[in-house]
């Protein structure tokens, strides 16, 4: 069981990066599938989730530039009008999912990309 994330990379101020996360083909079912930052020197945080269904929750800082969508176990963080102190670790992460065998995996985080905007 894994996530699988890319699309971080360099992008000016101003600019947009798209991130994909992908979790392994033998999964069945997600809950909550979303993206957390960390920036150096500074604690874990929530850049938005995705609920089954539908919901959706930002962190205040990313609010009105990013937009979170999911394809059943795809989740995709659009990031527009990009900000140096976006510059982070982005890091995947799905709060509960069953695989196939019937498996129950609960916070699972996968590895993080990392995100440069220049100013």
């Known amino acids: 069981v894994q996530l699988q994330a890319s699309g971080g990379g360099l992008a000016q101020a101003g600019g947009s990066l798209r991130l994909s996360c992908a979790a392994s083909r033998n999964i069945f079912s997600i809950n909550g599938m979303g993206w957390y930052r960390q920036a150096p020197g500074k604690q874990r945080e929530l850049v938005a989730v995705?609920?089954?269904?539908?919901p959706t929750n930002y962190g205040d800082s990313v609010k009105g530039r990013f937009t979170i969508t999911r394809d059943r176990n795809t989740v995709y963080l659009e990031m527009n009008n990009l900000k140096p102190e976006d510059t982070a670790v982005y890091y995947c992460?799905?709060?509960?999912?069953?695989?196939?065998?019937?498996?129950?995996?609960?916070?699972?985080w996968g590895q993080g990309t990392l995100v440069t905007v220049s100013s």
């Open positions: 992460y799905v709060d509960e999912m069953w695989a196939t065998t019937g498996d129950r995996y609960l916070e699972v």
């Open positions: 995705i609920i089954s269904g539908g």
